[in-house]
Nanobody, 126 residues
Framework: QVQLVESGGGVVQPGESLRLACVASGLNLDHHVIGWFRQAPGKEREGVSCISSVEPQLYYAEPVKGRFTISKDNTKKTVYLQMNSVRPEDPAVYYC???????????????????WGQGIQVTVSS
């Protein structure tokens, strides 16, 4: 059974940094695409960034390119999202999710991911 547990959320000011972590169990990270999604109030859930062992391996949504970096540590079964230069439009509940044997291309389709974490709040406060 796949379980995903997010951590690292909180309150930051614009321009600051935050690192989210997703600890995965019950799966082999090399056999899954795993990524971060976010949902702000009144908006649809959107793919933020995904990482896969299958090409294309990395995906970043346009609003976060150059600011966010996704990485994974297979030994710890943990995927990180380093969020730099956080902006007022970044607040949302951030979710970690996986899909079996897929490339990061599927990050564009949150509905195609089948295992989800509980989500973690990121708030930007000035």
């Amino acid at each position: 059974q796949v379980q995903l547990v997010e951590s690292g959320g909180g309150v930051v000011q614009p321009g600051e940094s935050l690192r989210l972590a997703c600890v995965a169990s019950g799966l082999n990270l090399d056999h899954h695409v795993i990524g971060w999604f976010r949902q702000a109030p009144g908006k649809e859930r959107e793919g933020v960034s995904c990482i896969s062992s299958v090409e294309p391996q990395l995906y970043y949504a346009e609003p976060v390119k150059g600011r966010f970096t996704i990485s994974k540590d297979n030994t710890k079964k943990t995927v990180y999202l380093q969020m730099n230069s956080v902006r007022p439009e970044d607040p949302a509940v951030y979710y970690c999710a996986t899909r079996f044997r897929s490339s990061s291309f599927y990050c564009r389709s949150p509905g195609s991911f089948d295992s989800w974490g509980q989500g973690i709040q990121v708030t930007v406060s000035s």
